[in-house]
């Protein structure tokens, strides 16, 4: 049974940095994608990052462009993000997702962790 754990979410002041990590497991292949999506109240679930596990390729949104750093360690079956100069409007829960698809689109990701609030405020 395939299984993603995010782990390291939590509050923080405008500015501050926060690390998430994610374990996947369960996997009988690795998948071809591991990613960030974060959904804040109100608002629909958008994907924030990726990785391409075979080659290591990374794909941001513009509004984390330079703050937030996706990376992999396959070794450890485990993906992290790393988010810098966080602003309020990060606030949001972070979801792990893994996929198989081909379409080089946010839909090529169906599987997806429970989440870690992450809340940066004043």
């Known amino acids: 049974q395939e299984h993603l754990a995010e782990s390291g979410g939590g509050s923080v002041q405008p500015g501050g940095s926060l690390s998430l990590s994610c374990l996947a497991s369960?996997?009988?292949?690795?998948?071809?994608?591991m990613g960030w999506f974060r959904q804040a109240p109100g608002t629909e679930r958008e994907g924030v990052a990726k990785?391409?596990?075979?080659?290591?390729?990374?794909y941001y949104i513009d509004s984390v462009k330079g703050r937030f750093t996706i990376s992999l360690d396959n070794t450890k079956n485990t993906v992290y993000l790393q988010m810098d100069s966080l602003k309020p409007e990060d606030t949001a829960m972070y979801y792990c997702?893994?996929?198989?698809?081909?379409?080089?689109?946010?839909?090529?990701?169906?599987?997806w962790g429970q989440g870690t609030q992450v809340t940066v405020s004043s």
């Open positions: 997702a893994s996929g198989f698809g081909l379409s080089e689109t946010w839909v090529d990701f169906d599987s």
């Open positions: 369960g996997y009988f292949d690795r998948p071809r994608l």
């Open positions: 990785i391409y596990t075979k080659t290591g390729r990374t």
